[in-house]
């Protein structure tokens, strides 16, 4: 499915993106269909639910906790990306949690 324009998809005029596009948009996973396998496997967890599908809705200001590797990242979106796009791009859309950074 081939966006147009450049601007925000339908899912995001309305406020969320699913859960595996997010991850791949955010660079964290290096395709959707990992995106998608990792969300399945219910280690994500979105404002301290557990996640068990790829399309669960992110809106902005959610706060994500993503395995990666051997550590645990916990993100707070600031706001949604509309594409894939640079990493600099990718690490604005998010934050680590003041109260995570003192503990880590």
Known sequence: MAETGGGPTGSQAGGHLRMD???WYLRL??????GKMLAEQGVIRSN???VVKAHHA????????VPQGSRV?????????????PAEEALACYREPEDRR???
């Not at 990242?73 to 796009?85: A, K, S, T």
């Open 48 to 50: 301290g639910t557990r």
């Open 29 to 34: 996973v290096r395709s959707r269909s990992q």
């Open 21 to 23: 596009v997010l991850l």
């Open 58 to 65: 992110v809106r902005s200001g959610d706060v994500l906790t």
């Open 102 to 104: 003192a503990a880590g």
């Open 73 to 85: 990242l916990v993100l707070q979106i600031n706001h949604l990306p509309w594409r894939r796009g």
